[in-house]
């Protein structure tokens, strides 16, 4: 085509766009393309990570995290002489068809077995060993949450654990809150991550041998159902627990939670005490 007389490049240019005949170049084109693809891509990974800030502040999420961050504490196993270790994770044993009880750590060390309970509650938290129920107080007071004492909850563990063991091993309860909020529990069992390190670092007697420690592991694993029993099944099986607590069945030895009376008043105890001594307030 031949440009109009007087006119430059330019300006044919620019008729061409005034009269909507202008068509992108190939490179254009391509820029346009890919500045649309980065604007999704950055949509996707802002959607990601919103998902993955959310689940994270679930309380499955929460669990996870807290889970991971003692496993970190624990450490690896050793068989190295004078740091001998075994470990096992996510502990699931079954007393009998319908009741197991989830063990969130167990470490093996000369001094004895560690059963470990990880919590990861925000906010403070207020509780006591012969308390049931514990508080959670969020919001500067304004939202108070209740939940099953954790030492009582891992008491029940330690006596699975202690059924399927020789009777003279020793065996250590340890709740352990991730954040560190124990200020307000009185208990001598709860930890928090770095007061747990410091215990499992003292090792303070060397009571078992490595031959014995193996065969506590050997024992626990071998009666691990965690593989077999699905979380759903589990946490019905939690519900089922609850149930007999209810009912006044010891979710423990399965004995009767008769009435009893002690310096802090009256409260259910289980029948088959001293061997279990569960209890539950009236």
């Not at 009998?96 to 969130?104: A, F, H, R, V």
């Not at 990861?120 to 006591?128: H, K, L, V």
């Not at 001598?188 to 193996?214: C, D, G, H, I, S």
Request: charged share 20%; glycine share 8%.
């Amino acid at each position: 085509m031949t440009l109009p007389s007087g006119s430059s490049g330019g300006n044919f240019v620019e008729l061409q766009v005034l009269a909507g005949g202008f068509t992108p170049s190939l490179h254009e084109c391509n820029s346009i393309l890919s500045l649309e693809v980065f604007l999704m891509g950055f949509a996707i990974l802002l959607i990601l990570f919103a998902c993955i800030a959310a689940f994270l502040q679930s309380p499955i999420g929460k669990g996870i995290v807290g889970e991971f961050v003692i496993k970190l504490l624990v450490g690896k196993p050793s068989k190295e002489e004078g740091k001998e270790k075994l470990i096992i994770h996510n502990l699931l044993l079954e007393s009998e068809p319908g009741k197991t009880s989830q063990t969130d750590h167990v470490v093996i060390l000369p001094e004895g077995v560690f059963v470990i309970e990880t919590k990861n509650y925000s906010g403070r938290i207020y509780g006591n060993d012969t308390q049931r129920e514990w508080t959670q107080v969020l919001n500067y007071g304004k939202v108070k949450n209740h939940f099953y004492s954790p030492v009582k909850q891992n008491a029940t563990h330690v006596y699975r654990i202690k059924e399927l063991l020789p009777q003279d091993t020793p065996i250590y309860s340890a709740v352990v809150f991730v954040k560190g909020n124990i200020s307000f529990i009185q208990s001598e069992y709860v930890y928090t991550p770095w007061t747990l390190f410091q215990r499992l670092k003292a090792n303070k007697e060397q009571v078992l041998t490595l031959a014995e420690m193996e065969k506590i592991y050997a024992i626990l694993t071998e009666q691990n159902k965690s593989k077999e029993i699905s979380n759903f099944e589990h946490v019905q099986n939690i519900q089922n627990t609850q149930d007999d607590i209810r009912h006044n069945i010891c979710p423990r030895c399965h004995g009767t939670l008769v009435i009893r009376s002690g310096k802090n008043g009256v409260f259910r105890g289980c029948s088959n005490y001293p061997k279990c001594k569960f209890t539950k307030k009236l």
